[in-house]
């Protein structure tokens, strides 16, 4: 999300799962968002699964 460090959880289908975006502020984490709505997910342009 907005080019911020994160992580995504992706389905055996290859769906995406779930999106994990951290906001780092000094060095550290200083927020977590996380997106699970399956519509919303669907709109994003992530990067295929390896």
Same mark, same amino acid.
């Given at each position: 999300?907005? #080019? $911020?460090?994160?992580?995504?959880?992706?389905?055996? +289908?290859?769906?995406? *799962?779930?999106? &994990?975006?951290?906001?780092?502020?000094? #060095? $550290?984490?200083?927020?977590?968002?996380?997106?699970? +709505?399956?519509?919303? *997910?669907?709109? &994003?342009?992530?990067?295929?699964?390896?």
């Amino acid at each position: 999300m907005d #080019g $911020r460090p994160g992580v995504v959880a992706w389905r055996a +289908d290859g769906r995406p *799962l779930s999106l &994990l975006a951290f906001s780092v502020a000094g #060095g $550290r984490i200083t927020a977590i968002s996380i997106v699970t +709505d399956p519509e919303r *997910l669907a709109r &994003l342009d992530l990067p295929k699964p390896a």
